[in-house]
């Protein structure tokens, strides 16, 4: 088991520019979340998905962020244009079979870090 | 919503033994986690309640009384690499179970 994937680990841009952060999920885990993480306002659920399909978005901070989840294996998030303000570090989080499933903890990927200047 | 609260910093000394006790108030609820996170690494998945009463896990345990809202994460024989932020967690139920809510962590340094 591979664990989460996220790519890249670190990005470095500036303001007004595209960010995609990628992930991958634990093959089988059919829930997927995107979390953001910063010293002020600590950890963030932005948005979930429950096979492939968005759940709940409503931590998606503006009309700048949006996620997809094409299928089981991938999903992105975007943020277009970028603010100084996005700098955090980004984690995608898979669960397993089922919504809510007891005892199913989540499997965090490693994080991207972003520095938006 | 969910509400939750866990104090922003403890220390303690290695051996010793350290509780960090979470409270929330949620609109749901469906289970408790505890997070560790090791500063510039993810958090990793230390327990689960959801039943009233303690569970145990090697040096670790984990304690919840929903009537209270309460839980608390017991560390017994303390070592440096313990040095890390705990995270309380609440998974909601009903249309959004599977959503769960973090508190800001409890930052535990652990000195010889």
């Known amino acids: 088991d591979a664990g989460v994937i996220q790519s890249p680990r670190h990005e470095v841009t500036e303001m007004g520019q595209e960010v995609t952060l990628r992930c991958k999920p634990i093959?089988?885990?059919?829930?997927l979340f995107w979390y953001r993480q910063t010293m002020m306002r600590g950890l963030e659920l932005l948005i979930y998905?429950?096979?492939?399909?968005?759940?709940?978005d409503s931590g998606m901070p503006e009309d700048r962020f949006s996620a997809k989840m094409p299928n089981a294996s991938f999903s992105t998030l975007k943020i277009q244009p970028s603010e100084p303000r996005d700098s955090a570090v980004y984690f995608c989080?898979?669960?397993?079979?089922?919504?809510?499933?007891?005892?199913?903890?989540?499997?965090f990927g490693n994080g991207t870090r972003l520095t938006v200047t | 919503g969910q509400n939750i609260d866990q104090p922003t910093e403890m220390t303690a000394t290695e051996g010793a033994i350290v509780q960090i006790n979470c409270t929330y108030q949620?609109?749901?609820?469906?289970?408790l986690f505890w997070y560790q996170q090791h500063a510039g690494e993810a958090p990793t998945f230390l327990s689960y309640?959801?039943?009233?009463g303690l569970e145990e896990k090697g040096r670790f345990s984990s304690f919840l009384s929903r009537s209270k809202g309460y839980s608390y994460l017991l560390l017994k024989e303390l070592q440096m690499k313990d040095s890390a932020s705990y995270l309380c967690?609440?998974?909601?139920?009903?249309?959004?179970?599977?959503?769960?809510?973090f508190g800001d962590g409890t930052t535990l340094t652990v000195k010889p």
């Open positions: 309640n959801v039943l009233d």
């Open positions: 949620t609109s749901g609820f469906n289970g």
């Open positions: 967690a609440v998974r909601d139920q009903g249309t959004n179970a599977g959503k769960s809510t």
């Open positions: 998905f429950n096979n492939n399909v968005p759940i709940d």
């Open positions: 093959s089988g885990h059919n829930s």
């Open positions: 989080a898979s669960g397993g079979l089922g919504t809510g499933t007891p005892g199913s903890p989540l499997h």
